[in-house]
């Protein structure tokens, strides 16, 4: 009788813990935000009021952190549209950008490119 009402408790919560929401980004120990992979995010001086002014060629060099249809904004993080409509992560009213130089997790070749790339802290 014990064991069917935990094994029925689990199953009821399984649609929760596939529901709830992560942060779209973390720290690294340094203080760095970085993206589920590891990769760190940046912000551009160009963007303002809540929008992104990096699209096109831009956009390949510094990929946005896109959110996706079903993101939810949470505390310091909220999401933008982009010019071609799609959802971006922005962090503090800035959209946040990975730079496609860094190669692997914890590069931060792009903070202070062009004086205008700048590490997410």
């Known amino acids: 009788m014990i064991r069917n009402l935990f094994a029925a408790l689990a199953l009821a919560a399984l649609p929760l813990a596939a529901t709830a929401q992560m942060a779209p980004a973390m720290k690294a120990a340094d203080g760095v935000m970085t993206d589920a992979k590891g990769m760190t995010l940046y912000t551009f001086d160009k963007d ?3 929008k992104s002014m ?3 060629p ?3 060099n510094w990929p946005p952190l896109m959110a996706g249809a079903d993101a939810k904004a949470m505390g310091d993080w909220t999401i933008i549209t982009r010019d071609d409509g799609s959802k971006q992560w922005a962090y503090k009213g800035k959209p946040v950008y990975t ?3 860094d190669t692997k997790p914890g ?3 792009g903070d202070g490119f062009n004086n205008v790339w700048h590490v997410v802290k």
């Open 48 to 50: 303002a009021g809540g």
């Open 54 to 56: 990096c699209n096109g």
């Open 58 to 60: 831009c956009a390949t």
């Open 99 to 101: 730079w496609a130089k």
């Open 107 to 109: 590069d931060k070749t």
